[in-house]
């Protein structure tokens, strides 16, 4: 576990977030204007527009997807009611989005989207999409929402935040502690390939079916790093390490005591020759079991911090400090925010009402 200190000095990378975005997706259609129903199909309405049953089902599936076992009963409800609720939120944003004229336009979708498929093949761009259970319109109409809903909350709120100077000063002299680092601390990225794939595991392009397929693919891999390409993207696109792989191969931050919890003295050893910005030469894992090679491994070292307390003076925690601020001020004020438009709004939840009424048995 990293400490708060720790973690607000961590920088993510653009890739973690494009992934991040990518898999976080919210699967929303476009929705009709038309007079309120309350037939089957519809499950809400929003000053009169509906939100269909097929649009909350196709998120809901696209949140089961990656499920070893599906909810079922009451979880299942549950899920729905939440998805539900978010596509209100979002509807009630949008149409505040309208009456400000910050509809997303076609040329900031295009962007958006330009820059989500810019890692990946078009034949591995549209595997993703099926994997998700979507197709590219209701992928870019996602991308239309988010981007809608990112400029709303800009304006009405992000821009509206200030972190002074004082109140930095004042939260470092408060939790001065959580920026002394008892331990140095490696925060490490890495990209796996294993010799027999987890059927489990989406992302193996040019799968390795055993370990001589293994060992050509880290091969191609690591002859890619050498001639310059990014880590993040080719984490992204061939590693198979299920934590990792989505997240652009980025496994967090270590202290020095913990990189002893890593079982492949190999890697261990790697990670100690390794500077900042390097990454390491192919690692052969060995099952210990039955001495065959399990997987082959490349490990980046991002960034090393020393031990020792970080002062006030020094930029990175005045940035961090200053970024959880506004990112604690944001999150609540958010939450406020679509508050007051909801009250603002002519929501039915036509779906709520009968899981209410059916005592929790609705579908």
């Known amino acids: 576990m990293v400490g708060n200190g720790e973690t607000l000095l961590k920088k993510s990378s653009f890739f973690a977030r494009s992934a991040a975005a990518f898999s ?52 299942a409800t549950a899920l729905r009611l939440n998805i539900l609720h978010t596509m209100i939120d979002d509807e009630i944003l949008m149409r505040r989005a309208e009456k400000l004229g910050l509809l997303a336009t076609d040329e900031e979708i295009d962007r958006k989207y ?8 078009q034949e591995e761009f549209d595997k993703r999409l099926k994997d998700k259970k979507i ?10 929402r988010s981007i809608t809903v990112e400029k709303v909350m800009n304006k009405e709120v992000s821009s509206k935040i200030n972190v002074t100077d004082q ?16 331990e140095t601390q490696y925060h490490l990225a890495l990209i796996t390939v294993s010799t027999a794939p987890d059927p489990k595991v989406q992302n193996q392009n040019d799968k390795a079916q055993n370990e001589a397929d293994a060992r050509k693919k880290i091969q191609m891999i690591a002859n890619r790093l050498d001639s310059g390409d990014d880590f993040a993207t080719l984490a992204m696109k061939y590693s198979e390490n299920p934590e990792s792989s989505g997240n652009a191969g980025d496994i967090g931050t270590f202290p020095e005591s913990g990189l002893k919890g890593i079982n492949d003295p190999s890697t261990r050893e790697a990670i100690a020759k390794l500077k900042p910005g390097q990454y390491s030469p192919v690692i052969t894992v060995v099952n210990p079991a039955n001495r065959q090679t399990a997987e082959y491994r490349i490990v980046k070292l991002v960034s090393k911090e020393p031990a020792g307390q970080r002062e006030l003076s020094d930029p990175r925690v005045q940035q961090a400090i200053r970024s959880q601020l506004h990112d604690r001020r944001e999150q609540l004020l958010k939450a406020a925010y679509y508050e007051v438009l909801r009250d603002s709004a002519k929501v039915e939840n036509y779906y709520a009402k009968k899981v209410l009424d059916s005592n929790g048995n609705e579908k």
Do not use: W
């Not at 809400?44 to 269909?52: N, Q």
């Not at 197709?135 to 870019?140: E, N, P, S, V, W």
């Open 24 to 75: 976080a997706v919210a699967l929303l259609a476009a929705l009709a204007g038309c007079n309120p129903q309350t037939s089957g199909d519809v499950m809400a309405t929003v000053d009169g527009r509906k939100i269909f049953r097929s649009d909350v089902d196709k998120y809901y599936d696209n949140n089961v997807a990656s499920a070893q076992q599906a909810p079922t009963g009451e979880q």
């Open 135 to 144: 197709t590219l319109a209701d992928f870019k109409r996602d991308i239309r």
């Open 114 to 121: 330009n820059e989500f498929k810019a890692p990946f093949t």
């Open 167 to 182: 109140d930095i000063t004042d939260y470092y002299t408060a939790h001065k502690g959580e920026f002394n680092l008892i």
